[in-house]
């Protein structure tokens, strides 16, 4: 059970860091 | 506060500690902007360098985490997102040159700013400590010397990376990245601090004398211990401590074994350990009077914290111990409500506590199912490996109230959890502990 939430953890944390990067680097490069 | 509580709160601040410096960029004011590769690059080094650097939490072995979060869970969020953490910190040079293929020209050491070499040096580290983490058997380096060799250079690494970014000062030269990533540092050397000068400290001013050795079915030895000049530890069935024998609390030679005996006798604590090899084969050895260090209690697999009108024990092999701790304090406590113990073995031969397991049938509410791989030919039990249908066979109708434990190696965890999924247990009435987590 945990591990499952672990994993939901990681995905999340790592896609928010992607997007944020992602849209940092956007709005920095217009 | 509630223990739930308080976990979701650490997790959400834990989310909020990694994703404040990227989300701190779009904070200005900025240096001019450049192009979106250079900036995407910058972005990902922030991102990959606050996912790495927290990494010195989960394994510190924080009274406040571990009593909040099962420690196989701490250890496997710290091996995934170390590896997430260095992707990204990895993608942060690749696409720097990918942008720009002048930049290689900084993985020349002989000509390259000593920002620069700081952060090659630095990667070169990262990757030799995942190879040794993830293929340390493979390699067949001693746990110990990888050990010390994992602390030292993730240190290194940590502090060459800090180098570099200071260095580097293009976002960092904005006053919160200067003040989130310094007050990181210190957290992180905290934490290091801890594990490695305060507790053993603390484990030397509170030893342990070996009672007695007793061999056990399945080569495995209870380890007896008694608390020499202070009260002991008060654990909880289920839980767990690291064991350090025949060597100081400094040194990096001590290892996770679960609690046998009952959480009621709180003058005397029991470890049934198999020999598997290193620490473990030199526990046969202990002699009686010789002092030990015990670190702990650590653990959440317990029924304190998950009360239920019955119980389902599932274990494979060496998997029993901590079910066995939660058994016999439930006998203690003449706890009635009814449990049921799924026990997977090799063979019959093998089955550890096998006579304990059937006087206790008689002392408590107790049915034990073995289910064993190469059975005897007179066998009338279950035989191959737990699975649903053997599982759906014993359970009762009340199925879904009860709550299950699971401990055993990682494959046979995660099978005997899909198989409760298809019997509609709730996810969130399965506790698992797999015993191969550092």
């Known amino acids: 059970m945990q591990d499952i939430y672990a994993r939901n953890l990681l995905i999340i944390t790592v896609g928010l860091l992607l997007l944020f990067a992602f849209l940092f680097a956007i709005l920095r490069s217009i | ?438």
Request: hydrophobic fraction near 50%; charged fraction near 20%.
């Open chain 2, 1 to 438: 506060m509630s223990d739930l509580a308080k976990a979701k709160l650490w997790i959400a601040l834990f989310v909020l500690v990694i994703l404040a410096p990227v989300l701190a960029l779009f904070w200005g004011p900025h240096p001019e902007g450049r192009e979106f590769w250079r900036e995407l690059s910058a972005a990902y080094g922030f991102a990959g360098l606050a996912l790495i650097g927290i990494q010195f939490i989960p394994t510190a072995r924080l009274p406040f985490l571990a009593q909040l979060f099962p420690m196989d869970t701490l250890y496997a969020f710290h091996h995934k997102i170390s590896i997430a953490g260095f992707t990204l910190a990895l993608a942060h040079p690749l696409l720097l040159f990918a942008g720009n293929p002048y930049t290689l020209r900084l993985l020349n050491l002989a000509t390259a700013p000593w920002r620069a070499r700081a952060a090659v040096i630095a990667v070169i580290l990262f990757i030799l400590i995942i190879i040794t983490s993830v293929w340390r058997k493979d390699l067949r380096i001693r746990y110990e010397n990888w050990r010390a060799v994992h602390d030292l250079f993730s240190i290194a690494a940590a502090g060459l990376v800090l180098y570099h970014m200071f260095m580097v000062n293009h976002y960092m030269a904005h006053p919160f990245q200067r003040v989130y990533w310094s007050t990181s540092a210190v957290v992180w050397a905290l934490a290091v601090i801890y594990i490695r000068v305060v507790r053993p400290i603390q484990l030397l001013q509170r030893p342990y004398r070996v009672v007695s050795v007793q061999a056990e079915r399945g080569e495995a030895w209870t380890l007896s211990l008694e608390p020499d000049g202070h009260p002991g530890c008060h654990f909880m069935a289920g839980q767990f401590a690291w064991l350090v024998a025949r060597t100081s609390p400094f040194s990096f030679r001590d290892n996770p074994f679960s609690f046998s005996s009952s959480a009621e006798n709180k003058n005397r604590i029991e470890f049934t350990i198999k020999e598997l090899g290193d620490f473990t084969a030199t526990v046969k050895e202990l002699q009686a009077g010789e002092r030990v260090y015990v670190d702990g209690c650590y653990g959440t697999f317990d029924i304190d914290q998950h009360d239920a009108p019955g119980y389902v024990m599932i274990a494979g092999g060496i998997g029993s111990v901590p079910i066995l701790s939660i058994l016999r304090t439930m006998r203690d406590r003449k706890d009635n409500r009814p449990v049921i113990f799924f026990y997977g073995n090799p063979d019959w031969e093998q089955v550890t506590f096998r006579k304990d397991l059937d006087s206790l049938t008689s002392q408590m509410d107790l049915k034990v199912v073995h289910v064993l791989e190469q059975p005897p030919d007179n066998w009338r039990g279950e035989t191959g490996f737990i699975t649903a249908e053997i599982l759906d066979k014993h359970l009762g109708v009340d199925r879904a109230n009860w709550h299950y434990f699971i401990c055993g190696p990682i494959p046979m965890i995660s099978a005997v959890e899909k198989a409760l999924l298809q019997l509609d247990i709730p996810l969130v009435k399965i506790h698992t502990e797999n015993y191969e987590m550092a």
